[in-house]
């Protein structure tokens, strides 16, 4: 999926729909429960951080021998991450706070990696 939006194919309309349709999931599960405040800024750092990993990854050259290695942390990292944020989440309505964490992790990797790519003025 990073690759589908890291790539030309991935244009603006269709970046722009995938975050429409995240805050759209986002606001129907927060209306279940709301998550609370550390956990959406602990959840859009981790998108933040998740892109610019990405990008760190993507400069290593292929005959590197630890790229293979390095692209391997940067698929396990953020499930990782994702997982010992939902151990932490209250355990009421557990599944629509996970969602939130999932969406605004997402929200934050959309924002920084639109707002880098995007062309100057």
């Known amino acids: 999926?990073?690759?589908?939006?890291?790539s030309q194919r991935c244009t603006r309309g269709i970046k722009l729909s995938i975050c429409i349709a995240t805050c759209l999931i986002i606001y129907i599960s927060s209306s279940i429960e709301k998550l609370p405040t550390l956990f959406v800024i602990m959840s859009l750092l981790l998108g933040m951080i998740n892109h610019f990993l990405q990008q760190k990854i993507k400069r290593i050259q292929a005959d590197n021998p630890y790229a293979e290695g390095f692209s391997i942390i940067g698929f396990v990292f953020p499930i990782i991450a994702l997982i010992t944020?939902?151990?932490?989440?209250?355990?009421l309505h557990k599944w629509a706070l996970a969602i939130q964490v999932i969406g605004f992790?997402?929200?934050?990797?959309?924002m920084v990696s639109i707002y880098q790519n995007r062309a100057p003025r």
């Open 1 to 6: 999926m990073l690759a589908f939006w890291y």
């Open 85 to 91: 944020l939902f151990s932490f989440l209250p355990q």
């Open 105 to 110: 992790s997402a929200l934050g990797l959309f």
